[in-house]
């Protein structure tokens, strides 16, 4: 009997890796929610997202939290509970506050640090609710989503990026061997767990699959431009015999809608790309970043018009959204 429910446990966490395509939350619910939450990852999950995704960085004390930036002065009210803790540059450092500092934080939705404008205004509103926001661990995230996955019956993966290890380790800190423990801890630790691992820097996922021996799904997440921050260079990536040779090491991509699909101009037609056709030749999966209905790629009329783009006329295995029940409802009709 024990054999029978491992095996189907093990069969049901397997379909809602590969269910096709993936609806994946990103930031969770981060269009109704402020980012990274867990709030928003406990509604992301409630509107039946398939993956969840975590942005990690460390504190001073080597714990991975969950935030998209390095930074914590455009999510929370660090530059007025810590004035004086700024770098020269005027930035606060998450690695520079231990993890019972950042915990007095409170987090807001995204705003921009030297105005204070929100960057999305129509969502959820700062300061006019007395619901107080908090930093989470990873630690603390993975219990949630395993928590809801077994009071809800539903499987919901989850999807880490690892952010700027290459800086980490200029500081001293190396966020991969911070991270991956907890992951195979909770469960995630090779390619039949529901978990997919990112980041934007190539030498860090060779690093992954090859040093540290990580055998669980990955993503090569490509960005807009030409060449990342560590010096990747996303455009020889995005050839035919640059995505051949990263399927060696590589899973699947993550690029930025454009790299997929632009509208030349108002009213025109989309214009697709080769790299999901050849990305999908090398046998990777294929998912964009970021379906925004508050903020739409140049020309593109509608976020119907880009479901239609992505999801069925280019084909892609799965996208990050920051509207769960948006997606989910266009592929449901």
């Not at 993975?142 to 009071?151: E, K, S, V």
């Not at 499987?155 to 700027?164: F, H, N, S, V």
């Not at 060449?227 to 455009?235: M, S």
């Amino acid at each position: 009997m024990k054999t029978v429910l491992v095996s189907l446990l093990l069969a049901a966490v397997s379909a809602a890796a590969d269910s096709k395509p993936l609806v994946i939350a990103h930031r969770g619910a981060s269009g109704y929610l402020p980012e990274h939450t867990l709030e928003a990852k406990a509604y992301a999950h409630a509107l039946g997202a398939h993956y969840i995704e975590q942005d990690l960085v460390l504190t001073k004390d080597n714990v991975p939290v969950v935030l998209h930036d390095i930074h914590l002065d455009t999510t929370t009210d660090v530059a007025r509970r810590f004035p004086g803790r700024a770098r020269v540059d005027g930035r606060f450092y998450a690695i520079d506050f231990t993890l019972a500092e950042v915990k007095q934080l409170i987090v807001s939705e995204r705003f921009n640090a030297k105005t204070g404008a929100p960057v999305y205004p129509e969502r959820y509103p700062s300061g006019a609710s007395p619901a107080e926001f908090r930093v989470s661990t990873l630690e603390e995230e993975l219990q949630l989503i395993a928590g809801l996955n077994r009071a809800t019956g539903r499987t919901a993966g989850i999807y880490p990026e690892l952010k700027q290890p290459k800086w980490h380790r200029a500081q001293g800190r190396d966020l991969a061997k911070a991270v991956l423990p907890i992951l195979a801890r909770h469960g995630y630790a090779t390619k039949a767990d529901a978990c997919f691992l990112q980041c934007f820097e190539l030498a860090e996922v060779r690093r992954l699959r090859t040093e540290l021996g990580w055998q669980g799904r990955l993503i090569m997440l490509i960005g807009g431009g030409a060449k990342g921050e560590d010096g990747t260079d996303f455009a020889a990536i995005c050839t035919p015999a640059g995505l051949q040779d990263l399927a060696k090491i590589a899973d699947g991509i993550g690029p930025a809608i454009g790299r997929v699909v632009t509208w030349p101009a108002a009213g025109a037609a989309p214009k697709f790309t080769d790299l999901v056709a050849h990305a999908q030749t090398a046998k990777l999966a294929v998912h964009p970043y970021t379906v925004r209905r508050d903020d739409l790629p140049r020309n593109c009329p509608s976020i119907d018009a880009l479901h239609a783009a992505l999801l069925r006329d280019a084909r892609v295995d799965g996208v990050f959204t920051d509207f769960t029940d948006v997606t989910l409802a266009w592929l449901k009709r």
